[in-house]
């Protein structure tokens, strides 16, 4: 903590701007391959997506609110519903939690920065990119209308001939090339990159959390791609693969999502169970309890989440067979979740727990996630799915599970990394209002559609007859959707003023045990001046004097900025983009853009010249 | 078993009564699914939700207990001990690891007991109803009467019904809450061995007379929400004499505004479309008219069945319903150009189809 002294007020400003002014500023963050500027950049992309998606949110609300509503019209509903999806999970949620690994992992690790630094910049933009193209459709007026899932064969090219699920399979597959990057990037840096010292079962959970999300993302983003491929061909190529009146199958369609799409599941809820198992133990003063057995609950939900994706699909009349053979995987992936919340109980179990706001977050998501696990047990019994699947109740279960999860679990990481990313704090003042008006504004928004699901609603209708009399609790829900919108503007309005006016923060403020309090607050670029040796699984706790605070001799060698990763990406995108056109050679243009790109990157060297 | 099953009944409708208590009362759901009007298939549900609703409850107070219990007890207090580092315990895990592996195998078992039991083959002489769903309504073919009718699925209380279930364009679902669960039609062209086209069954017998509320379950485009239908359970003589009724031509009398209105259905290219039991008109694109002022709403399940609608409806069918394969008077649709009927032949051609009874 005596560091913090020498970074006075200003110093994450230092940090992070040029002093040569404006354009080198920006220049120097274009070009950036250091491992935290990248992350911050995750971080503030998915807030701005976090918006986005958050308004259309309320304009859904609006129109539910009451029923034969005509606030907007049925197209305009069906494209803002389906924006929601796939913006909260692919633009919002993924790269959250991305915008941590970046940051944090290194730091937890020991590192400089990441495996690959320009890789990791290219993830970035791709994703930027992707998000931005996708985005972009409203302009067209042609967003995407299919729903986040997409099911053939109301994506052909007869049923949906507009450009709107153009734009959906294109953006899909340039966002998901990012993923695909990254999680190859962070396995690297996972597997080689530890302080020496830091065997496996040392890791900090979020870092093991990020491992395991890192290889579901390199297993289970393939999967989906082929299907986006195969979709792009029906639609741009005559091929057939999804047209039943040629011969293909739509259902094969919701097979080849649900591998992919049960599997992110888990790599929206890891990280944020990563999240929880370092705030836990920090706002308890007492180290995580069972550690390994959080760590092989982790890795084996990784590993059964793939055996559980026809529970997504017990509706599409797959035969008694497969429906009891996913019921019974499915509650065994219930098992080592439930051995989760029972370890982080146990850990707040005869502790001296600080309520601050990381760890109000943490509560929240074991109080919040444990009712939509719950209602997931419900419909994983799929007799009972067929009843609740494609119901409110299911849109209720999994805004339990991503929002009451995945989000909160994220909501509590800003909390707790933000004065070691900024070297301020975030109002404690805020942080309380934001916690209370989310809980509130959350639970009313949500709670009620368990009972419009069981009351008839089905999801993704643009509006509902009042014959239903299910006016009154649409009415709750779209109260409670306004008061989580508040909420979020309270908490995006503390990030913004705590970054320029939130309390110092020192380098270690919540007395937590791991090797990312060891260093500065912010970090200096090169973040660890010495590579420190690591005995125990909680260093900061057994090692009385933090390990690597001193300014070196000489600053360690870094790796230099590059404009290729951006211009890569952009290559990258174009080249989907070009796919629209539906003629085969003009992609073919960004192909060259992106080999130039790539061979100028491979010619560059990755280090500064002088140090030769 | 009987007690059980009383006491199961007593829950349902004490959970049932929460909310409804909470908006008021006498509120009624007409497309709840915790009130099934089924004799096998609903129940079997239902029963099976509330075992699962229960087990779940009881963890939840398990582990809001703990965690509340955990937040009093051990909050931070100034000058109060540092706590023991405790790193585990394995008899502990072991525990809490074999108590929810026993809750799930309870679960389990009698879920794959009821996922066979509601996909058990349906009675031979159960009543077959080809059931194909369109963008954005319902084509229902009783096979062994010859009859086919849209949007009002009429079934006879007390009888094993066979549903088969397909789809002509998009995949559509059925659900129809009050008669259990839904089931998903999908556009299969054929089964594998080319024996006709693929469908999924729903076994169901209803055991309530009375009108049951449903839609589609599957997002299947621009009128997803609009794809509503009814069924209409009636006795076995009720639904015999519909079957006759459905079987037998009515015309309207000569001279009368109906008659002129038939008429004009007759020559427009209403016809292309739709069919008429008795008439020239025998398209199937669209809905079958046959019986049509007999039902209770147009548009599937959009409007009530009066006059005035049909006017509305046949005027501008896309401004009540978008994305509809119908013409309206002004605007083409579904690839016809517009009908370009006046208000006089509008208001014909609606008392026709009313007069369809």
Known sequence: ?612 | MKARRRLLNLIKYFVLALPVLAVGCGREYPQSTIDPVTRDFGPAIQDLYMTVFWWTMVILAVVWGVLAYVLIKYRARPGGPAPQKTRGHLGLEIGWTVGAAIIVVLITIPTVQTVFRTQAAPAEDALVVEVVGRQWWWEFHYPADGVTTANELHLPVGRPVDLHLRSGDVIHSFWVPRLGGKRDLNPWVREPDASGPRVNRLAVTVVEPGIYYGQCAEFCGPSHGLMGLRVIAESEGDFQNWLRMMRTAVAPDSGSQADAGREIFMRSTCVACHAIEGTNARGNLGPNLTRVGVRTTIGAGLLENTTENLVAWIRDPAALKPGVKMPGIANGGGGFPATGLSEEELAAVAAYLSSLK
């Open chain 1, 1 to 612: 903590m005596t560091m913090s002294s020498s970074h006075g007020r200003g110093a994450a400003a230092e940090l992070y701007s040029d002093p040569r002014g404006w354009g080198a500023t920006i220049w120097s963050w274009i070009t950036t391959v250091d491992h935290k500027r990248i992350g911050i950049m995750y971080g503030c992309a998915s807030l701005f997506f976090f918006l986005i998606g958050g308004l259309e949110a309320l304009l859904i609300r609006i129109q539910l609110a009451v029923p034969n509503n005509d606030f907007i019209s049925a197209e305009t509903y069906n494209q803002l519903f389906t924006m929601h999806g796939t913006t909260m999970i692919f633009l919002v949620a993924m790269p959250m939690a991305v915008a941590f690994f970046n940051y944090i992992v290194p730091l937890q690790i020991g590192a400089r920065d990441v495996a690959f630094p320009r890789l990791n910049a290219l993830s970035f933009w791709v994703f930027l990119f992707g998000g931005l193209y996708l985005n972009s459709s409203f302009l067209f007026g042609a967003a995407p209308n299919t729903s986040w899932v997409g099911y053939a064969n109301l994506t052909s090219a007869q049923y949906a001939p507009g450009a709107n699920v153009d734009f959906w399979v294109l953006g899909l597959s340039i966002v998901g090339l990012s993923s695909l990057l990254g999680g190859i990037n962070f396995i690297t840096t996972i597997i080689n990159l530890r302080a020496p010292g830091m065997s496996l079962m040392r890791m900090p959970l979020f870092t093991w959390m990020t491992f395991v999300t890192s290889w579901i993302l390199v297993t289970a983003i393939p999967v989906i791609a082929v299907a986006l491929i195969f979709l792009a061909f029906d639609r741009f190529y005559g091929a057939n693969f999804f047209v039943p009146t040629a011969g293909g199958d739509p259902v094969l369609w919701q097979h080849l999502f649900w591998i992919f799409g049960h599997p992110e599941v888990y790599i929206l809820i890891l990280p944020s169970f990563g999240v929880i198992s370092e705030v836990v133990p920090t706002f308890s003063r007492k180290p995580l309890f069972g550690y390994p057995i959080v760590v092989y609950a982790g890795v084996l939900i990784g590993f059964i989440g793939w055996g559980v994706w026809s529970h997504h699909m017990f509706t599409t009349g797959l035969g008694p067979i497969a429906d009891s053979f996913f019921v019974a995987s499915t509650m065994i992936i219930a098992i080592p979740t439930g051995v989760k919340i029972f370890n982080w109980l146990a850990t707040m179990w005869g502790g001296s727990i600080r309520f601050a706001t990381p760890m109000l977050f943490a509560i929240g998501l074991l109080a919040i996630f444990t009712v939509g696990g719950l209602s997931g047990i419900m419909h994983a019994s799929a007799p009972v799915d067929l009843q609740q699947h494609d119901s409110y109740f299911v849109v209720a279960h999994f805004h339990y599970v991503i929002v009451g999860g995945a989000i909160v679990g994220l909501f509590a990481g800003f909390y707790y990394w933000f004065p070691k990313i900024t070297g301020r704090f975030m109002s404690e003042t805020l942080g309380q209002w934001h916690f209370w008006t989310f809980i509130i504004g959350f639970n009313l928004s949500f709670f009620p559609m368990h009972f419009v699901g069981l009351f008839g609603m089905p999801r993704r209708v643009f509006t509902y007859p009042e014959a239903l009399n299910l006016g009154d609790w649409n009415m709750a829900s779209t109260v409670g959707a306004f008061i989580f919108g508040l909420s979020s503007l309270i908490f995006l309005w503390n990030l913004a003023r705590s970054a320029v006016k939130g309390a110092p923060a020192p380098a270690n403020p919540w007395e937590a045990p791991t090797l990312e309090w060891s260093i500065a607050s912010p970090p200096p670029h090169y973040n660890f001046a010495e590579i420190p040796e690591v005995r125990s699984r909680d260093p900061l706790w057994t090692v009385p004097v933090p390990l690597s605070q001193t300014r070196p001799a000489e600053e360690p060698l870094m790796p230099s900025p590059s404009v290729w990763p951006i211009l890569t990406a952009a290559g990258i995108s174009l080249t989907w983009i070009l796919v629209m056109t539906g003629v085969w050679w003009v992609p073919i243009i960004g192909l060259a853009w992106t080999a130039i790109c790539v061979y100028s990157w491979a010619f560059q060297p990755a280090f500064p010249a002088e140090a030769h």
